[in-house]
């Protein structure tokens, strides 16, 4: 096979299965033997069943030649987070405590993936419960980022993002509560997109915030990202959050944007004072602002004033929500129940047996700010802060059409570097208060750090503001294509 | 008793009948094979959604208005969180600060289930609120088995104020509340098959006193008989300690039947900590003024409109109109008749002398009559007309019961048309007379009593079927002449 | 001695979850440090401000009560640790009327 296909994004690979030059079952075969070399290195998936592929890739191949196919799409790979239910899959979130979990149901995004015959590619490591920064709290194995094996690769879909970069498959499906695709995304050197709260369904997504939660795609490029997002979109009978359809392709038209002109970008001067943020990073933002400069857009001023309290409020809310959430694991119904002849030990044990430290720590958070005489003082009042972080961006939005930040303070960091779970924590200062606006965000490549390690660029668009934000992304890596800086391409 | 005021207030948890469940659509079915009616949704599965039944919130809403409570503009679900093997998320979808109904009030009257009179008096209602019902834990010996056909049915929580003083005003509180709930079709709230269960919180105090005792929780009760008993017991027990000096702890009891005491199920030492906050899965419901009257306008006639009707326009007493609206179905059954009958009040008094105590002897609740009121309403017409006699009527009536044939035909197939011919009678009384000169002479005598045992002679001879009147008529002639 | 913010035993049984000495030590310290951080909210002056509980404007979002078929019990049953004849979820011994909180 001449065809190299560590860098083949969804639209190239549909060219290819069009004009009849790749077969689907040959573009598999292609990424799982690249999996295989690579996956001892990198562990990105924790599960890859070559059998469920390749019957998959088969019927693709059988629809194209009968002139069936489901989509342009039909045929391609996508890799799918462990916290996505497709039905008789196991689905663990990394956890214990999910071990031996057969999923009876797919998740809406798995059954939209399915229709349109995309090929549903392994399950992808993450931390545990999708509760962390660098996939280090994942109770099976630690996955590397490609670019240094000795760094994270991001969380909680560091499986997802590593295995994109690595070329082991050509797109893959990831969650964001706090930045989880974003930041990962950035480490990694590849796309991560979080559409507006709501936007994709969470039917089939294992809940860790509710009210912050989403499903989104992490591709090699942005048109990747609209065309995924295009699949998964829309309201769903089953998510009684989901927001109606706006009957609008993200894909469609966009690269229309000739230059930036008469397009004003945000920069919250809140970001740029941010004490943790690396001096090389920062110098990557200034030079990304300089590509927007010349294309014509006006860079704006913009502040943010109640983005310290950001992360503060975050780990309120999240984990009230994740403490109820993560109740019902408890070995009754489904998962591994450590055995015992009580029913409040069965409990106990079970959950103290199967969560990691990290999900004990937040469940353990969450239960005390929701608990009597504390709900006031912190549930109710981080939801009041929250308003007032999502009213700072409803007046940015006035003066700018997106704003510009960067999405993680340093490149990638060493394996039990941040061992301070409040380090790990800062480590999404610049994600989080998209989540709790509920607005959509997109990490974009854009540059290599002296230090050998990939950074990325973060747009944040306003509630419902995909389209543009896709295109203000799409143009921007026109003129910083990531074949300029990442090796390999 | 008279020294303590007792304070009752009742929490009563009513299924709402739909057709799916609350949050789910599998079938609100009961009496299904465990774990048939089930899916991931209620059964807790990782990554599941819950998603509101429109119907179990517009039926909460008519509860809300048949209550005279204040339904809310803006309301919402919230996590009631604990850990319970029958609890598949281990938290409840529930109401917590912002409840679908507010305040309003049920009102009570009429004979207590004691016989007593009650007074005529408003219970409150603090509030009603929607929220899903749990799983059905069975027993055995060693280890319990879940069956969660039932979780996520939708469920009604009524939680009244404390105006009750005593088990008659608990037990009629009862009773409305499950007349509304049939009236309107929400429920049947039969307590054996789990549609309405019934916690009791009740404490003394001196009489007079302002200040509430601690009060105790009653559990487990399955039918409002047992509400009853275990209330009077629990009057006896509390007054027995207080007068003793002792004081009493806040715990919860069971109830058992069979020992007809109450017991300790647990101590509340503290109160159960349920962290409750708004439910992020699910969004607010408003209601508008429009959306509210709409609902009002699907109401059905209330039980106390029914019965005040039946009062003024069909001329019944109000205990004829308490009874015959004890129950949808007997309520509905009455009306129907009444159409059809000249006399509405004799048609009652059948129904309650005759139709509702035959039912009772014979254990057959009310839903199962064989009896169709056309035919109750032909067999009082038979007897208002002079057709049959009273007590030729009560042989027919017994026929009834078999089904099958209207009274008219049972009358003619027995030949029971009542006997009206004077000269027919008369040649029975003159009879009676010959065959009986001992009686004549006393009847002489002055002892007027032995009439009955001629009249009895005659009835003997014209097998019940003489006219009665006509038969006391001539008797009296014959005898005067003898 | 500080008055400690949180008592993490007391949190971590209504939690349920079991953690030996050690681990309630350690967690402890890491909840008492995280929770410091999360107290600069203190600062803040919210009076006036809507907590938002829900992050979509919409409201009603009802479904139509129309049931529709559910799933085999033995797929629902499948993933079941323990069950009393295929049948029930079997579960240890439980005390009826116990309510646990």
């Known amino acids: ?489 | 008793m008279s020294k303590y005021d007792v304070v009752i207030g009742l929490e009563v948890h009513v299924q709402v009948r739909t057709d799916s469940k609350m949050f789910c659509s599998c079938p609100n079915r009961f009496g299904q094979e465990p774990n048939t009616m089930v899916c991931p949704v209620c059964m807790g599965l990782p990554g599941v959604m819950p998603y509101p039944n429109r119907e179990a919130v517009r039926k909460t809403v008519m509860a809300g208005l048949m209550c005279g409570c204040e339904i809310a503009k803006f309301s919402k679900f919230d996590r009631k969180s604990y850990f319970y093997p029958d609890m598949p998320k281990n938290y409840q979808i529930s109401q917590y600060d912002l409840p679908l109904c507010g305040k309003g009030k049920l009102h009570v009257c009429g004979k207590g289930f004691s016989g007593a009179e009650l007074p005529d008096k408003s219970i409150g209602i603090t509030r009603i609120h929607l929220e899903e019902d749990v799983g059905k834990l069975n027993h055995f010996a060693g280890y319990s088995g879940i069956d969660f056909n039932r979780a996520g049915v939708p469920l009604m929580e009524i939680v009244s104020e404390p105006d009750m003083s005593s088990a008659d005003e608990a037990y009629a509180y009862l009773t409305s509340l499950k007349q509304i709930m049939q009236y309107a079709d929400i429920s049947d709230c039969d307590m054996e098959k789990g549609q309405m269960r019934c916690d009791v919180n009740i404490s003394l105090k001196l009489a007079g006193a302002k200040e509430f005792g601690t009060k105790v929780e009653i559990k487990n009760l399955n039918s409002f008989r047992s509400a009853h008993r275990s209330i009077e017991h629990e009057i006896i027990r509390q007054a027995e300690v207080l007068d003793a000096g002792g004081k009493i702890t806040q715990e919860t009891r069971g109830w058992t039947d069979d020992r007809g005491e109450t017991y300790l199920l647990r101590s509340k030492e503290s109160a159960h900590d349920y962290r409750y906050f708004p439910e992020p899965d699910l969004l607010p419901m408003t209601f508008s003024d429009e959306d509210i009257a709409k609902i009002k306008s699907q109401l059905p006639e209330l039980p106390e409109q029914k019965r005040e009707r039946f009062v003024a326009t069909l001329g019944l007493t109000p205990y004829d109109a308490q009874v015959l609206t004890l129950d949808k179905t007997l309520s509905d059954y009455f009306d129907e008749g009444a159409k059809l009958a000249k006399s509405p009040k004799m048609l009652a008094n059948w129904i309650i002398t005759e139709l509702l105590r035959e039912l009772n002897d014979r254990n057959i609740p009310f839903e199962n009559n064989p009896v169709p009121v056309s035919h109750l309403v032909e067999l009082v017409e038979l007897v208002s007309g002079g057709t049959i006699t009273g007590k030729s009527a009560k042989e027919v009536f017994s026929e009834l019961f078999a089904g099958g044939k209207t009274p008219k035909q049972i009358v003619s197939e027995k030949g029971l048309v009542q006997i009206s011919d004077d000269s027919a009678i008369e040649k029975f009384v003159i009879t009676a007379i010959e065959q009986n000169p001992t009686q004549v002479k006393q009847y002489k005598e002055g002892k007027t009593a032995v009439m009955q045992f001629f009249v009895g002679q005659v009835m003997k001879q014209s097998k019940g079927k003489a006219n009665p009147q006509i038969v006391n008529k001539l008797l009296r002639e014959k005898l005067d002449q003898c | 001695m500080e008055k400690k913010i949180i008592d993490v035993k007391y949190v971590a049984a209504l939690a349920r979850l079991e953690l030996d000495e050690d681990k309630e030590q350690r967690l402890q310290k890491e909840m008492e440090t995280i929770l410091n951080y999360v107290n600069s909210l203190s600062e803040l002056d919210v009076s006036g401000i809507e907590p938002t509980a829900h992050a979509v404007q919409m409201t009603n979002v009802l479904r139509n009560d129309v049931s529709s078929s559910t799933f085999p019990r033995d797929v629902m049953l499948a993933n079941a640790p323990e069950t009393v004849g295929g049948e029930l979820i079997k579960v240890p011994a439980v005390i009826p009327g116990e309510e646990e909180s």
């Open chain 1, 1 to 489: 096979m001449s065809i190299s296909v560590e860098n083949l994004t969804i639209h190239e690979s549909a060219s290819l299965l069009a004009d009849k030059k790749i077969s689907s079952v040959e573009l598999c075969k292609a990424y799982v033997d690249r999996a295989r070399k690579l996956e001892p290195k990198i562990k990105a998936f924790l599960k890859l069943n070559e059998e469920e592929i390749f019957s998959q890739a088969k019927a693709s191949d059988e629809r194209r030649v009968s002139g069936k196919s489901l989509s342009p799409y039909d045929g391609v790979p996508v890799a799918i987070k462990d916290n996505i239910t497709v039905k008789g899959q196991s689905c663990t979130c990394a956890s214990k405590i999910l071990e031996g979990l057969n999923s009876p149901y797919d998740a809406t995004v798995i059954k939209k993936l399915k229709e349109k015959g995309f090929v549903l590619y392994g399950r992808t490591n993450m931390d545990e419960f999708a509760m962390g920064s660098s996939c280090e709290n994942s109770s099976f194995q630690k996955t590397a980022n490609p670019w240094d094996t000795n760094c994270v690769p991001g969380g909680s879909s560091g499986g997802s993002a590593a295995s994109v970069a690595a070329g082991e498959v050509t797109a893959a499906l990831g969650s964001d509560t706090g930045g989880s695709i974003r930041q990962p995304a950035s480490l990694c050197g590849v796309v991560g997109f979080k559409p507006t709260y709501g936007r994709i369904s969470r039917y089939g997504l294992i809940a860790f915030a509710s009210s912050l939660d989403q499903i989104g795609p992490i591709t090699r490029d942005v048109e990747d990202a609209a065309i995924l997002t295009d699949a998964m979109y829309g309201r769903d009978s089953m998510d009684a959050t989901s927001l109606p359809s706006t009957n609008e392709s993200f894909a469609e038209g966009l690269g229309s944007l000739k230059d930036l002109k008469g397009v004003r970008i945000g920069l919250p001067k809140e970001c740029f004072e941010v004490e943790g943020l690396d001096a090389g990073v920062r110098k990557i933002m200034d030079k990304s602002i300089q590509v927007f400069k010349d294309l014509g857009a006006e860079m704006v001023q913009v502040s943010l004033p109640h983005s310290k309290y950001a992360v503060a409020t975050y780990y309120v809310i999240a984990t009230a929500e994740a403490s109820a959430n993560l109740a019902r694991f408890d070995g009754i119904r489904y998962g591994k129940r450590v055995k015992t002849d009580g029913l409040l030990e069965t409990y106990l044990e079970t959950r103290g047996a199967g969560f990691g430290d990290e999900v004990k720590r937040r469940i353990i958070l969450g239960t005390f700010v929701l608990s009597s005489g504390y709900y006031d003082a912190y549930y109710t009042k981080g939801q009041k802060v929250r308003t007032l972080i999502r009213k700072d961006f409803q007046e940015a939005y006035r003066k700018c059409d997106v704003v510009l930040t960067p999405v993680s303070p340093t490149t990638a960091f060493k394996f039990n570097e941040k061992s301070d779970p409040l380090q790990m924590y800062l480590a999404d200062i610049f994600t989080i208060s998209t989540n709790l606006a509920g607005i959509c965000g997109i990490s974009v490549p854009a540059d290599v750090h002296e230090n050998g390690l990939p950074v990325g660029i973060q747009l944040v668009g306003p509630d419902m503001g995909e389209k543009q934000l896709l295109r203000i992304s799409h143009i921007f890596e026109r003129n910083r294509p990531r074949k300029e800086f990442i090796p390999g391409i």
